[in-house]
């Protein structure tokens, strides 16, 4: 028997292997015909004989059974070892799409505001002179006019020069309480290296009992929405003038470049101006005719935003598809 | 609007805050700082004296000067035309460095020995004044011969330059932007030193006023005998800082005034006014046919259109002639209403009305007599003439609560008193409770409570208001337009991840290149007025032509595959706005790698059919012509859902892809509002298994899947889930027909189906289709 524990032993395939286990346990192996002496084995001896053998036979099965398991595992190993690439050549390179930042700084500012429980209003694009002017507070002669190059149509209508125009429809078409931001595209007549004649904005409007709606509650948003948009930042807010709004403001934050210590981007004053905002001027509701409220509005360039947030230099670069800049926000 | 810290002195004590102090409180009281400049000379640069000046013996432009810098007696050769004994100049002593970095040395000019250099403005760091060296006089106020230059507080001087709100028309001068630090600063402005020598010879002897009706504008004149005069050097120098020049030295002096008192002036020929037998020029106060409030000749010829323009044949044009002196005010409101119901031509001052001038006629004139007098050797007239108009008082009240209210915080009643008075307004009328405010003629912007509010809100400075949170009640904001917008969100999402990059084109487009295309565009009648540039003269129709351009671009930078999209606003020939989402795809469908041997395949029509719908969802494409003729006219498709058309997908037409340098490139335009945004509802499914069976079928090469498709639906076979087809074959023993195979999936809610059953489902098919259409298995 003992040369069978050496052939498992040494036994160097499965194959190999499972020709030995045959020749042993097979009916007409090794074991078998040892069993079968077992009729010529005198009977006082035959209990001790069958021990032995049963003993021989457990044994080789476990040896067996250990090697069977080595080879297979050693089997596995080669043909995985066939199956062997080089990682490395496979680095991958996104073929998804990709969002385009200006969208992608709106939904989120959207997303902010959202929270907060303003409404989404969003308006048209072609809009009349009392949407767009009259009812902010802009008659013809206000010089405030000049400030905003107005595209024009034949018929006297005109392209939107900001969101402003939403509130007051939405103003028109309901009743205070409101809590509302307008996103959208808004025109002027400005080309060059930081203006487009096309922009997007955000203008923000709420309007609630008089006396209720206060410059410290402006504040307080605005302060907190800033963060959420960049940040860890000071918040500077400095007195200003728009037609539709009074007491007025613009507001800065410390320049998200130089952490304030003064850089080019902020021509060195350390505040990078962010937003317009105020306490709405009476007229604006008595266009509208709202009496015994109060309220607040603010508005700002999401494109402002996103080359802020995003460290995009060139801003007509944003609205010519161009994948180099595209691809970098996969 | 520009300031200087030497010129805002003249109108307001500053002194022991600095400048960088003065130009944070502009900010925060809302005079936002634009730019912050310092003038500043280097040591080693004196005052000195031109003693004796002669022509260089070898050399003809330039001079040898004997100059006096205090210290010695120097030898300095000079070029400058305007170089000459007995003027006091700028010396740049040997070892100065100029602000260009030349060290002055000793030198020899052809020969002359030279110990220094006679400066110009622009050699010392200043503006350039054009005119050779600097003619000191005692305007730059006193300096003794051999001081440094960099003692002198006008010619080292700080400028802030201010953006103004259209509604500061009151601080467009130095006097105005000096009455708001001083409440600022709580320090008091300068009055004006008014002086008027009774002894003279009376102004009414030369001059007179006539009016037929009152008219809203005041008036008031002064006459004065001109006579050489010359211009004062601070006056050169501060209309060189802020940008400003006129055509004659009276202008210069009268802009000057202008800008540092904000009364807007004029001055006209005396003659202009006479005619020959009378002594007494006589000015009429008239309309013009416009209604603008005129200055006439006794002839009716228009001297000047008060706050907008002047004739030019009534200006001062010589230098030794009698001059009227006009100092005037329109309100801003009046005289912008009129332009821009009738707009004339105006010129500089027109600015300063429109915003509103300073009224307080009388210091301004004075401060420009006095002016004149002492640079000029000019007599003065007595007294002056008047044009009064009585404009309404403004008054504004206001409670102490309404205050606190809008601000939001607890602002004390001292406080509030303190910076109205300091801002010039009139509070002395106020009770208890209420402050009742006499607004100061010079404040247009202010007329209501909110304004009076915004007064105390800047001067207590926004960042020293207490944020506070705004309470709100409960309300579900989330409604149409909330959806529409998460709709679109959605959607981009999905677009960017099936592998297109979001673009946004300007809502402009050229409307010969869109007409060029068979688009429709803007009605004549209803087109942009005033386009910005000729290729944006239009409303876009379509977002195709953006995406085709972007991907041109793309192209060009050496990109082989592009895939793009947009989500944008398009107009109809009315000028409806709608939404579209289009998409492009061009070149490669992949990134070249070991996956593709380096040779991606190119984007196809079934390749792109498939990722427009992983967008939007399962579409079926029928055979369609598109209206306009960007399209291959063999490979274009209306898109359809549930059976409702969302739009078309092409291929490009060959001619299109060439003009844009583009491969086979395939575009989509959809619908947007016809895109789903809805819950889902799930259907129950079935236990048993699916089979799978495949029909080769024979049929005419030009016969449409279309119809295949119809006939099956039409047959209602029970069991069948689904058929595509999944292989086309044709060679030349097919003639002209092909062999179409189609996979057919079928399975039954109730049980597993047997050979039996799809057996007879697709006898059924054959048999239909063998009826309808005539064609069969291959």
Not at chain 2, 517 to 526: A, H, N, P, V
Request: aromatic residues 8%; proline residues 3%.
């Amino acid at each position: 028997m003992k040369e069978w524990y050496d052939k498992i032993e040494k036994a160097d395939s499965v194959d190999a292997l499972e020709e030995i286990r045959i020749a042993v346990f097979g009916k007409k192996g090794v074991l078998a015909a040892q069993f079968a002496k077992m009729k010529d084995v005198p009977n006082e001896q035959k209990g001790a004989f069958a021990k032995e053998l049963n003993a021989h036979k457990q044994n080789l099965m476990n040896e067996f059974t250990a090697k069977k398991i080595v080879l297979q595992t050693q089997a596995l190993q080669e043909a995985m070892k066939a199956e062997a690439i080089d990682v490395s050549m496979y680095s991958a390179k996104s073929t998804a799409g990709a969002l385009h930042p200006v969208m992608e700084t709106m939904d989120r500012i959207v997303e902010y505001f959202s929270s907060m429980n303003f409404s989404v209003k969003t308006g048209q694009i072609v809009e009349d002179d009392f949407h767009n002017f009259e009812a902010l507070n802009l008659p013809k002669y206000h010089p405030a006019r000049d400030m905003q190059d107005t595209f024009y149509f034949k018929d006297e209508m005109l392209l939107r020069t900001h969101t402003s125009p939403v509130q007051i429809r939405t103003m028109l078409e309901s009743k205070p309480p409101i809590r509302m931001i307008a996103p959208g595209a808004v025109f002027r007549r400005d080309y060059d290296l930081t203006h487009t004649p096309m922009f997007h904005q955000i203008e923000g409007l709420l309007v609630d009992e008089e006396g209720k709606v206060s410059f410290a509650n402006l504040k307080f948003i605005l302060e907190d929405f800033l963060k959420y948009m960049f940040g860890d930042v000071d918040v500077r807010f400095r007195p200003s003038f728009f037609p539709f709004t009074e007491p007025s403001a613009e507001v800065d934050i410390s320049c998200v470049f130089c952490k304030g210590e003064g850089c080019r981007v902020c021509s060195h004053t350390g505040w990078l101006e962010v937003l317009g905002c105020g306490i709405v001027d009476p007229n604006v509701f008595e266009a509208v005719k709202y009496k015994n409220v109060s309220g607040y509005a603010f508005g700002l360039g999401v494109e402002r935003f996103a080359m802020l947030i995003h460290q995009i230099g060139d801003l007509r670069s944003l609205f010519e598809g161009d994948i180099k800049l595209l691809e970098q926000f996969q | 609007m520009i300031v200087t810290r030497s010129w805002l002195d003249e109108w307001i004590d500053l002194s022991g805050i600095s400048t960088e102090d003065i130009a944070k409180t502009f900010n925060s009281i809302g005079l936002e700082v634009d730019r912050v400049h310092e003038y500043r000379v280097p040591q080693k640069i004196v005052f000195g004296r031109v003693l004796e000046c002669e022509k260089h013996p070898d050399a003809d432009k330039l001079n040898v000067c004997k100059v006096d810098v205090g210290s010695a007696i120097r030898q300095i050769v000079c070029g400058a035309a305007n170089v000459r004994a007995g003027l006091d100049v700028v010396v740049a002593t040997v070892g100065a460095v100029m602000p260009s970095g030349l060290a002055i040395k000793p030198v020899k000019l052809r020969g002359v020995e030279s110990d220094g250099m006679i400066c110009s403005a622009g050699e010392i760091g200043l503006p350039d004044l054009g005119k050779g060296i600097m003619e000191l006089d005692a305007s730059i106020g006193k300096y003794e011969i051999g001081q440094e230059v960099s003692e002198n507080a006008v010619l080292n001087d700080d400028l802030i330059e201010i953006e103004l709100t259209a509604n500061r028309g009151d601080c467009l001068s130095i006097r105005g932007v000096a009455r708001d630090l001083s409440a600022a600063f709580d320090r008091p402005i300068k009055e004006y030193v008014v002086t008027d020598n009774d002894e003279k010879r009376g102004v009414g002897r030369i001059l007179s006023l006539t009016h037929e009706k009152s008219l809203g504008v005041n008036l008031r004149y002064k006459a004065l005998d001109l006579k050489e005069l010359s211009l004062p050097m601070v006056v050169s120098l501060r209309l060189a800082q802020i940008e400003e020049k006129r055509e004659s030295d009276i202008e210069s002096l009268l802009y000057y005034v202008t800008h540092s008192t904000g009364v807007v002036l004029r001055a006209y020929e005396r003659d202009f006014f006479t005619s020959k037998d009378e002594s007494v020029a006589k000015l009429v106060l008239n309309e013009d046919a416009k209604g603008y409030a005129c200055i006439f000749t006794p002839k009716k010829e228009v001297a000047s259109v008060i706050g907008v323009n002047q004739n030019d044949a009534s200006k001062v044009k010589h230098d030794n002639t009698t001059i009227c002196l006009e100092a005037s005010y329109i309100p801003p409101d009046i005289i912008s209403k009129k332009m821009a119901d009738n707009k004339i031509d105006a010129d500089v001052m027109f600015y300063r009305t429109s915003r509103g001038s300073e009224p307080e006629l009388e210091g301004g004139l004075s401060y420009c007599i006095d002016l004149i007098e002492s640079c000029s050797s000019s007599t003065t007239y007595g007294g002056s003439i008047e044009h009064v108009y009585e404009f309404k008082e403004k008054i504004v009240k206001v409670t102490k609560q309404e205050i606190d209210e809008i601000i939001g915080a607890n602002i004390d009643k001292s406080v509030v008193t303190k910076i109205l008075k300091n801002l010039g307004f009139d509070t002395s009328k106020s009770s208890t409770d209420v402050f009742v405010v006499h607004v100061p003629q010079f404040r247009h912007d202010i007329v209501n409570k909110q304004d009076i509010v915004e007064e105390i809100v800047r001067m207590v400075g926004i960042d020293n208001i207490p944020s506070k949170p705004f309470v709100l009640e409960e309300a579900n904001r989330l409604e149409d337009n909330y959806f529409e917008y998460k709709k679109r969100s959605l959607y981009r999402h999905k677009a960017a991840q099936s592998g297109f990059f979001e673009s946004v084109h300007f809502v402009f487009d050229e409307k010969k290149v869109l007409q060029k295309y068979g688009f429709e565009t803007t009605k004549e009648e209803l087109e942009l007025l005033n386009p910005i540039v000729q290729t944006l003269d239009t409303l876009r129709p379509t977002l195709l032509t953006g995406l085709l351009k972007a991907a041109s671009m793309n192209v060009k930078n050496g990109y082989a595959r592009v895939a793009l999209f947009e989500i944008g606003s398009v107009f109809t020939p009315l000028r409806d706005e709608s939404l579209k989402a289009s998409f492009l795809m061009s070149g490669e469908r992949e990134n070249e790698s070991l996956a593709n041997g380096g040779r991606p395949a190119a984007v196809d029509f079934a390749y792109f059919t498939q990722k427009i719908a992983d967008v939007v969802g399962d579409v079926e494409l029928k055979e369609f012509q598109t209206q306009h003729t960007l399209s291959h006219t063999y490979q274009s498709a209306q898109v359809l859902q549930n059976g409702e058309v969302l739009g078309e997908l092409f291929r490009v037409h060959p001619e299109v892809e060439k003009e844009y340098g583009l491969g086979t490139t395939f575009l989509c335009e959809l619908d947007f509002s016809k895109l789903k945004h809805e819950l889902k509802t799930a259907k129950p499914a079935s236990k048993y298994q699916a089979s799978f069976r495949d029909l080769s079928l024979l049929m005419p090469k030009d016969m449409a899947y279309e119809k295949i498709k119809n006939v099956i639906e039409a047959s209602e076979i029970p069991n069948l889930i689904r058929f595509y087809p999944v292989d086309k074959y044709t060679d030349e023993a097919l003639g002209e027909n092909m062999s179409l195979s189609i996979r057919f999936v079928l399975q039954s809610d109730e049980k597993t189906l047997e050979e039996e059953d799809i057996t007879n489902v697709m006898d059924k098919i054959l048999e239909e289709l063998n009826k309808e259409l005539g064609i069969g298995l291959r």
